[in-house]
């Protein structure tokens, strides 16, 4: 079964915007926190920001002010809105339940941002 689903990726110049968009399994998804990494090439996965089943919000200090993440619990499904895009953020973003090591990892969604 499907149970993490990533999309919405692309390929941007600095400055753009994306909005990705993660659907997942009900059993993983409504009591968890969401949280969207990325994995830039050589580089380790890294966390960008992350969601509540309330609400709670928090951030990497390298995307504060320029990502928003967001959840619609009836629809299962968590979004992360790229704003003012930068060739670092450039990568494959991955959603994930926290704490991590209970689900597989999706296929990702591919950003790349020219300079």
């Known amino acids: 079964q499907v149970q993490l689903v990533e999309s919405g990726g692309g390929s941007v110049q600095a400055g753009g915007s994306l909005r990705l968009s993660c659907a997942a399994s009900?059993?993983?998804?409504?009591?968890?926190?969401m949280a969207w990494y990325r994995q830039a090439p050589g580089k380790e996965r890294e966390l960008v920001a992350r969601?509540?089943?309330?609400?709670?919000?928090a951030y990497a200090d390298s995307v504060k002010g320029r990502v928003t993440i967001s959840r619609d619990n009836a629809k299962n499904t968590v979004y992360l809105q790229l704003n003012n895009l930068k060739p670092e953020d450039a990568g494959v973003y991955y959603c994930?339940?926290?704490?991590?090591?209970?689900?597989?990892w999706g296929q990702g969604t591919q950003v790349t941002v020219s300079s």
């Open positions: 009900a059993n993983i998804f409504r009591a968890n926190t």
């Open positions: 994930a339940p926290l704490p991590l090591g209970r689900t597989p």
């Open positions: 969601i509540s089943p309330g609400g709670f919000l």
